[in-house]
Antibody
Framework: QVQLVQSGAEVKKPGASVKVSCKAS????????IHWVRQAPGHGLEWMGC????????NYAQKFQDRVTMTRDTSSSTAYMELSRLRSDDTAVYYC??????????????WGQGTLVTVSS | EIVLTQSPATLSLSPGERATLSCRASQSISTFLAWYQQKPGQAPRLLISDASNRATGIPARFSGSGSGTDFTLTISSLEPEDFAVYYC????????FGQGTRLEIK
């Protein structure tokens, strides 16, 4: 069965960086984009960007362009999202989700369980 | 960036009633729209993709319609487990989400 399993909760100080992992199983990792979405407490969903695990190509939302880096390791079917220069308003649950690059019916059909990142001094 | 505007922000209805949720795009997105349901403490769940295609395992009381800039999610007869927050998302120009509609019990 398809699963996306994320790394555990993190507590970081302002100005630090955080790296969250998303390990995929049950499907061909290189056949689907991995997207990262965050949700601040009490707020809605915010798309951060995505990576094509096949090519390693990325696309980032403009808001995060200068602070986010998405990478992947095809040998372990794991995607990573690193956010730098953390601020208190980066406190959120970070999710990974997959979708198919061309089959529009396969949109974010599987999600990770979420990783809580808390930024606090 | 394509902006999605959902209305209403909150919808108060009773079980058995019909729910109609709207999503408007700032420019035409053809049918590249999905709907998700999110309950507290859970990841979102895909309900509808490509504007009207129900995802695997989603009950038939959920339906989606629309194209271009105006889209609707309809729940024909609300069950107690349907009270949640609903988000629309476009994939015409990368991805963005609407701000959500909270469906609450009246």
């Amino acid at each position: 069965q398809v699963q996306l399993v994320q790394s555990g909760a993190e507590v970081k100080k302002p100005g630090a960086s955080v790296k969250v992992s998303c390990k995929a199983s049950g499907y061909t990792f290189t056949g689907y984009y991995i997207h990262w979405v965050r949700q601040a407490p009490g707020h809605g969903l915010e798309w951060m960007g995505c990576i094509n695990p096949n090519s390693g190509g990325t696309n980032y939302a403009q808001k995060f362009q200068d602070r986010v880096t998405m990478t992947r390791d095809t040998s372990s079917s794991t995607a990573y999202m690193e956010l730098s220069r953390l601020r208190s308003d980066d406190t959120a649950v970070y999710y990974c989700a997959r979708d198919h690059p061309s089959d529009v019916r396969v949109s974010f059909d599987y999600w990770g369980q979420g990783t809580l990142v808390t930024v606090s001094s | 960036e394509i902006v999605l505007t959902q209305s209403p922000a909150t919808l108060s209805l009773s079980p058995g009633e019909r729910a109609t949720l709207s999503c408007r795009a700032s420019q035409s997105i053809s049918t590249f729209l999905a709907w998700y349901q999110q309950k507290p403490g859970q990841a979102p769940r895909l309900l509808i993709s490509d504007a009207s295609n129900r995802a695997t395992g989603i009950p038939a009381r959920f339906s989606g319609s629309g194209s271009g800039t105006d889209f609707t999610l309809t729940i024909s007869s609300l069950e107690p487990e349907d009270f949640a927050v609903y988000y629309c998302q476009q994939r015409s120009d990368w991805r963005t989400f609407g701000q959500g509609t909270r469906l609450e019990i009246k």
